[in-house]
T-cell receptor, first 109, second 113 residues
Framework: GIQVEQSPPDLILQEGANSTLRCNFS?????LQWFHQNPWGQLINLFY???GTKQNGRLSATTVATERYSLLYISSSQTTDSGVYFC???????????FGKGITLSVRP | NAGVTQTPKFQVLKTGQSMTLQCAQD?????MSWYRQDPGMGLRLIHY???????DQGEVPNGYNVSRSTTEDFPLRLLSAAPSQTSVYFC????????????FGPGTRLTVL
């Protein structure tokens, strides 16, 4: 199956700083999504981005499918950005998602 | 829209007991799935369904059964609970899987003693 690696595993930021989270995957995909799991455990879909670039407020994401990686950018971080960020990829007709192990982000006031 | 709902939120079972985790969605999504989340492991797919009457296995299906009799509901059954099934279980749905965002329920925290 597809392998998904996320880096760095942990990240500590001061409020207001910017950050880049990386997701590498081992095969061609037709589905790539970024999720944020907040400290209460809720999983929120941030982006559906199998290719290209998208922006939503302070967050943006870029997927370079030919080079098998995706980046999530967080600008002007806030304490509410803390939590775990997951990248998940899928391929084929049913495109079952395979998740990375996540990046734990802590934003300090 | 309630989105994806799961019941119960918490459950404690003894080894060998059976139970059903409920999942429902009101977005008319064809694709539904169950994941388990263990510390340091991310989320792993247990079973999924691409429509009523159609189910298939994911990465970790052993010990779990599913059925999909309606578009809205996708229950997960533990036949004989084991301590290794202690985990947080998430149900998710999406419109047409390879084109759409996946929406998650709030999760069920299960402890098997």
């Amino acid at each position: 199956g597809i392998q998904v690696e996320q880096s760095p595993p942990d990240l500590i930021l001061q409020e207001g700083a910017n950050s880049t989270l990386r997701c590498n995957f081992s095969d061609s995909v037709n589905n790539l999504q970024w999720f944020h799991q907040n400290p209460w455990g809720q999983l929120i879909n941030l982006f559906y981005i199998p290719s290209g670039t998208k922006q939503n407020g302070r967050l943006s994401a870029t997927t370079v499918a030919t080079e098998r990686y995706s980046l999530l950018y967080i600008s002007s971080s806030q304490t509410t950005d803390s939590g775990v960020y997951f990248c998940a990829v899928g391929a084929g007709a049913n495109s079952k998602l395979t998740f990375g192990k996540g990046i734990t982000l802590s934003v300090r006031p | 829209n309630a989105g994806v709902t799961q019941t119960p939120k918490f459950q404690v079972l003894k080894t060998g007991q059976s139970m059903t985790l409920q999942c429902a969605q009101d977005m008319n999504h064809e694709y539904m799935s169950w994941y388990r989340q263990d510390p340091g492991m991310g989320l792993r797919l247990i079973h999924y369904s691409v429509g009523a009457g159609i189910t298939d296995q994911g990465e970790v299906p052993n010990g779990y059964n599913v059925s999909r009799s309606t578009t809205e509901d996708f229950p997960l059954r533990l036949l004989s609970a084991a301590p290794s099934q202690t985990s947080v279980y998430f149900c998710a749905s999406s419109p047409i899987h390879y084109r759409g965002r996946e929406y998650f329920g709030p999760g069920t925290r299960l402890t098997v003693l």
